[in-house]
């Protein structure tokens, strides 16, 4: 299995405070995303990077802010936390090798509380 | 818009009771259909890439199947340790880096 940290684990927050949660990979993989899976919507996307430095928008990007100045590690920003980004987050990767090249590997999620 | 739809939401199996998941989109040029499986409080774990109609792979007890507008998972003979999640979702071709998730059925096996 490919290895995806992701820290914290669990965070409770209050409205209004700048949040981020980092997302650390040992695997290489170029490709990194992150997820938040909220009950009656699934895992929708919020921001992806194909390689460093470089990223771009998901669905759901508004009052979320992403960086990537390494490989291994990929930090999403919440500017300013709002009761509506309370959620869980997931941090995937993606190896650009063709036999994994469509497999995302999922770290263990970030459960966030925004009061 | 692109859409991926998981149906039923919820699905209780006797052990040994074999069924179908299903999962319909409507996409504008479909790279791939992927199957996950989830356990509670944990990440999605990868099962299945599909690529074109008529594909089919299996692994245990699990088959998954793809047609042009949907893709079925098949359960045969289910434990309860295949208790979970059953999350699909598509990667679109005008992007290549995008992935739509479906909402996902949860499922569980009596013993």
């Known amino acids: 299995d490919a290895g995806i940290t992701q820290s914290p684990r669990h965070k409770v927050t209050e409205t209004g405070t700048p949040v981020t949660l980092r997302c650390h990979q040992t695997?290489?993989?170029?490709?990194m995303y992150w997820y938040r899976q909220d009950p009656g919507h699934g895992l929708r996307l919020i921001h992806y990077?194909?390689?460093?430095?470089?990223?771009d928008k998901g669905e759901v990007s508004d009052g979320y802010s992403v960086s990537r100045s390494k490989t291994e590690d990929f930090l999403l920003t919440l500017e300013s936390a709002t009761s509506s980004q309370t959620s869980v987050y997931f941090c995937a990767s993606r190896s650009q090798v063709w036999a994994q090249y469509n497999e995302q590997f999922f770290g263990p999620g970030t459960r966030l509380t925004v009061l | 818009e692109d859409q991926v739809t998981q149906s039923p939401e919820a699905l209780r199996l006797q052990e040994g009771e074999s069924s179908s998941l299903n999962c319909s989109y409507t996409?504008?040029?479909?790279?791939?259909l992927f199957w996950y499986r989830q356990d509670p409080g944990k990440g999605p774990e990868f099962l299945f890439t599909l690529y074109s109609a008529g594909e089919e792979k299996e692994k245990e007890r699990l088959k998954a199947t793809l047609t042009k507008k949907e893709s079925f998972l098949h359960i045969t003979a289910p434990k309860p340790e295949d208790s979970a999640t059953y999350l699909c979702?598509?990667?679109?071709?005008?992007?290549?880096?995008?992935?739509?998730f479906g909402t996902g059925t949860s499922l569980t096996v009596i013993p």
């Open positions: 979702a598509v990667q679109v071709s005008e992007t290549g880096n995008q992935f739509y």
């Open positions: 996409v504008s040029g479909l790279r791939g």
């Open positions: 695997e290489n993989h170029r490709y």
């Open positions: 990077s194909y390689g460093v430095k470089d990223t």
